[in-house]
C-alpha cells in the first residue's frame, strides 16, 4: 500500500541558509500535518491543512511557512535556518471521514533529517 | 510534550509482559494512541482507544484508559526483542479533521534475553 513520501530523506545546510521539505500524503488523503522531533524529544506538532487551507497551528517559528497545494502534496520552507532547527521532520497524513466522530487515524511519513552546520 | 507524561524507560525479559504507562492532563481528548519508533525511523501506529471506552484488545496489545485519573497504560503479551523501541502515547482533542497530536516524552522499552 502507499505511503507517506518525503524528500529528501537527509538535508544538511548552514546556518542562515534555507530549506525546503517536500511531502506526498497517501492517495486520497485530503489532510497534512507537520511535526519536529529534536534529537531525544517526543514530536512537536507544527502545522496542518485540510484542503489546501491551514487548519491549525502549533509551535512553528515564524522564519518557517508551509503551504498545501492542490495535488495535495505540501511543503515545508525554513529560512534562516539556526542550530536549533537541526531535527527530523515528520510529515503526517490523514482522510476525512463524513459524518459523527472521525476517527483521526494519521499515517506518518520516515521523516526528513535536517542538520544545521 | 508537558502536557502528556510517560516514565522515561523500561526492561524486561523475553517472554514477559510490559506494561507501559501514560497520564495526560486534557479531559476533553477524544482519542488517545500508543506509537512505536525504532531508532532512526518514523512513527507506526499501533493501536488507539476512543474516550469513551476502558480497553481495548488487540493481539498481544491491550489498552486500559481510566478516565477519571488521565491515565493509560500499553501492555505487550509476551514481550519479544523485536518489540525494543521508543513507545509514545499521543492524545487528540475534537473530533473535527486535522486534529493535532500531542505526544507523550516516550517511553524506551529495552528486551532483554
Known amino acids: 500500500a502507499a505511503g507517506v513520501i518525503q524528500s529528501p530523506r537527509h538535508l544538511i545546510k548552514e546556518k542562515r541558509e534555507t530549506a525546503t521539505l517536500k511531502c506526498y500524503p497517501i492517495?486520497?488523503?485530503?489532510?497534512v500535518y507537520w511535526y519536529q522531533q529534536g534529537p531525544g524529544q517526543d514530536p512537536q506538532f507544527l502545522i496542518s491543512f485540510y484542503e489546501k487551507m491551514q487548519s491549525d497551528k502549533g509551535s512553528i517559528p515564524d522564519r518557517f511557512s508551509a503551504q498545501q497545494f492542490s495535488d495535495y502534496h505540501s511543503e515545508l520552507n525554513m529560512s534562516s535556518l539556526e542550530l536549533g532547527d537541526s531535527a527530523l521532520y515528520f510529515c503526517?497524513?490523514?482522510?476525512?471521514?463524513?459524518?459523527?466522530?472521525?476517527?483521526?487515524?494519521?499515517?506518518f511519513g520516515p521523516g526528513t533529517r535536517l542538520t544545521v552546520l | 510534550g508537558e502536557d502528556v507524561e510517560q516514565s522515561l524507560f523500561l526492561s524486561v525479559r523475553e517472554g514477559d509482559s510490559s506494561v507501559i504507562n501514560c497520564t495526560y492532563t486534557?479531559?476533553?481528548?477524544?482519542?488517545l494512541y500508543w506509537y512505536k519508533q525504532e531508532p532512526g525511523a518514523g512513527l507506526q501506529l499501533l493501536t488507539y482507544?476512543?474516550?469513551?471506552?476502558d480497553m481495548k484488545q488487540d493481539q498481544r496489545l491491550t489498552v486500559l484508559l481510566n478516565k477519571k485519573d488521565k491515565h493509560l497504560s500499553l501492555r505487550i503479551a509476551d514481550t519479544q526483542t523485536g518489540d525494543s523501541a521508543i513507545y509514545f502515547c499521543?492524545?487528540?482533542?475534537?473530533?473535527?479533521?486535522?486534529?493535532?497530536?500531542?505526544f507523550g516524552t516516550g517511553t524506551r522499552l529495552q528486551v532483554t534475553l
Open positions: 492517495p486520497r488523503h485530503d489532510t
Open positions: 482507544i476512543f474516550s469513551n471506552m
Open positions: 486534557d479531559s476533553s481528548s477524544t482519542y
Open positions: 503526517a497524513s490523514s482522510q476525512r471521514t463524513s459524518g459523527g466522530q472521525s476517527y483521526n487515524e494519521q499515517f
Open positions: 499521543a492524545e487528540s482533542i475534537g473530533t473535527g479533521t486535522a486534529s493535532k497530536l500531542t
